[in-house]
């Protein structure tokens, strides 16, 4: 299985059953394609950094036509770093930032609009007014009543749901409401919606398949994961039409093949899946109880709940994490936006040059001298879950220098970690069994040591941490037997190290109740009423 020739010259004259699978990951930081052989190396890649535009303060959006030419030439670079040919690649796998869409027309394919992304604010006031309806506070009512007498679990999560600005459901609203062309489209059916799996594999197909899967599916806020279907009462409830939705297929499956005009040969696309869900599969949590941590543009903590959804009251959301056949496997899923954010913002200051250059940083200081930073560019997730908290650094005096705010920056991230663990720990009783990172900001060993020695845990770091990457190489690997099953997967995945606890949290007491403090302060900031 190892015994493939790592020389790019010798690989282009293997026999093409041999093989390769892309892996594609188009985040919000970077869209990265890997070239991988069956023992799972990466033979070539590309990565080009997502131009996220900010055409009105809390917009974010992305423009279809730049992606599309980025997508495409990553392909393209990494087949050729690889020093391979197009018909040596027997199957692409696709993983997504999640609950980004486009509307296009039906008719002409020409989008109605850019991309509407994951970290937009525009819905923020929709969405308090969502969340504080009288309709809401029915549907709640009704929820818990009839939970008392049926105890069914689905009635207990809808008894929870609220609304947020990360899914999908209330931009697109807006959407609807605000863009003329879009209404008049919808009104004569003439309107496609699609998170970016579906809008790319449109684009790959030349218009002939509309379809997500349902790990993408089950992040819009739109989808019913306890009936794996999208929500007839939601969409009814926020007036959006059954018919706007692409149709559900699994993670791992024929969606079809890639218009040869495009690579020159139709490369199958055998696999579709949400970025985390993409990681958790990427780094083997096949078993429940199972925790991947990714630190890219966010922070997303997700546990394995085997078949069983789990939503809480402090911020975990039930998610499909993959379905393959009879198989389906459901996440728990808790978040802060702002990780990745933060580390780019500060490079943009010219505080470094480059990311690496933070642990060096942060580890010359014995420790921030009472500087804090409130990572909330995008408000903060769970457990506070306020969109109105402001992004703050504390306590800076003559002499902070930008060592201090880059190690305040990292400490930052490393309390959400904490935060989000220790949420999941109270509402989530399942026996953790392991603990594996990932996502550009892992690479970085200050964090890491950090958040081992604040949940009193090992985590465990992969050697190639592009795991959404190889989540979706291996789902598309799968699709065409190019590796037998999970478990060859799980041999062939490589760990770089273990962190281990090596500090008492006990020894974080005072810039983590400082932190605190920091955070209280810069809640509800840019709440008008
Ligand atoms: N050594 C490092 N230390 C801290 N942050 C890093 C390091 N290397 C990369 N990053 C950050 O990781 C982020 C990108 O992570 P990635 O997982 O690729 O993002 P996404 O998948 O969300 O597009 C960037 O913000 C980058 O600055
Ligand atoms: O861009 P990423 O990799 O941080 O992921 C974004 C998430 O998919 C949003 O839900």
Redesign the pocket.
Known sequence: MSGLPTDPEQRAQEPRHAGFVLGL?????VIRCHVYDRAARVCGSSAQK?ENLYPQIGWVEIDPDVLWIQFVAVIKEAVKAAGIQMNQIVGLGIS?????FITWNKKTGNHFHNFIS??DLRAVELVKSWNNSLLMKIFHSSCRVLHFFTRSKRLYAASLFTFTT?QTSLRLVWILQNLIEVQKAVEEENCCFGTVDTWLLYKLTKGSVYATDFSNAS?TGLFDPYKMCWSGIITSLISIPLSLLPPVRDTSHNFGSVDEEIFGVPIPIVALV???QS?MFGECCFQTGDVKL?M?????LDVNTGNSLQQTIGGFYPLIGWKIGQEVVCLAES?AGD??TAIKWAQQLDLFTDAAETEKMAKSLEDSEGVCFVPSFNGLQAPLNDPWACASFMGLKPSTSKYHLVRAILESIAFRNKQLYEMMKKEIHIPVTKIRAD?GVCKNGFVMQMTSDLINENIDRPVDVDM?CLGAASLAGLAVGFWTDKEELKKLRQSEVVFKPQKKCQEYEMSLENWTKAVKRSMNWYNKT
């Open positions: 990951d188009v985040g919000s930081t997502v997504t930032q999640r609950g980004t994951w970290q990360q992040t949400a970025d985390q990681a990714t890219g543009t966010g922070t997303f978040n990780t990745g996502g959404s």
